[in-house]
Nanobody, 124 residues
Framework: QLQASGGGLVQPGGSLRLSCLASGGTFSSYTVAWFRQAPGKEREFVSVIGWRNSSPIIADFVKGRFTVSWDNAKNTVYLQMNNLKTEDTAVYFC???????????????????WGQGTLVTVSS
């Protein structure tokens, strides 16, 4: 089971760190991704990271502001979001999958396990 947390209300230019915890299990050998969905929009890919911090990928529209990392000891994947903008407002979801091929990493349908989502609101 995946538990996403860390969302909240932040002013433009602020920072938040989202956490995705694998409870009751482990992320061992999984690929973990972050997606987001703004009101009235489709779910979009934000970032992905492989087991043990391998091959992180960040979507171009947040590159330079967001980073993804993996804490093996805490069984948690983090999404550090800096210099947040109003357009970053969305519900953020973490997802996990196994044996994903490169071409599917940005596709929501490739992931079999999803957290409940955490709301990020960027507003002054």
């Amino acid at each position: 089971q995946l538990q996403a947390s860390g969302g909240g209300l932040v002013q433009p230019g602020g920072s938040l760190r989202l956490s995705c915890l694998a409870s009751g299990g482990t992320f061992s050998s999984y690929t973990v991704a972050w997606f987001r969905q703004a009101p009235g929009k489709e779910r979009e890919f934000v970032s992905v990271i492989g087991w043990r911090n391998s091959s992180p990928i960040i979507a171009d529209f947040v590159k330079g502001r967001f980073t993804v990392s993996w804490d093996n000891a805490k069984n948690t994947v983090y999404l550090q979001m800096n210099n947040l903008k109003t357009e970053d407002t969305a519900v953020y979801f973490c997802a996990a999958g196994q044996r994903l091929i490169l071409s599917s990493l940005r596709l929501a349908r490739a992931y079999g396990y999803w957290g409940q989502g955490t709301l990020v609101t960027v507003s002054s």
